[in-house]
């Protein structure tokens, strides 16, 4: 059986410096994390759409998010948890209503994936 090396260099040519210039310039560890939770949150089809319907609709209640996506209500607020809970999307209390919408980081991060798919 051959292992398929495709993928690997087949000699050491490390450019040490340019490789300890990139090292040196990569972020820390408590700012990528926040970061792979955001990428992680979207990452789902369902919290991908929401987001979508988000950046459409600018702030909407749990009621019509539901309602857009064709998600159950109890389905919609467990992933709108998720969302807040990665810094994706803002809440506030409006009477009975709570009401949604993307942070700028979730506008950002939504823009980036879906590039031309998205209206906002």
Request: negative net charge; proline residues 4%; aromatic residues 2%.
């Amino acid at each position: 059986m051959s292992v398929d090396r495709g993928d690997e260099c087949d000699l050491l040519c490390l450019d040490l410096p340019l490789a300890e210039e990139i090292r040196a310039g990569l972020p820390e560890l408590p700012a990528v994390e926040p970061a792979a939770a955001a990428a992680r949150a979207l990452g789902d089809p369902t919290r991908l759409t929401m987001a979508a319907a988000l950046y459409s609709g600018g702030e909407l209640c749990v009621c019509d998010l539901s309602w857009v996506v064709g998600q159950a209500q109890n389905l919609t607020s467990h992933h709108l948890r998720q969302l807040k809970h990665a810094g994706m999307v803002s809440s506030r209390r409006d009477g009975r209503l709570v009401m949604y919408a993307l942070t700028d980081r979730g506008r950002a991060l939504v823009s980036a994936v879906l590039g031309d798919h998205v209206r906002g």
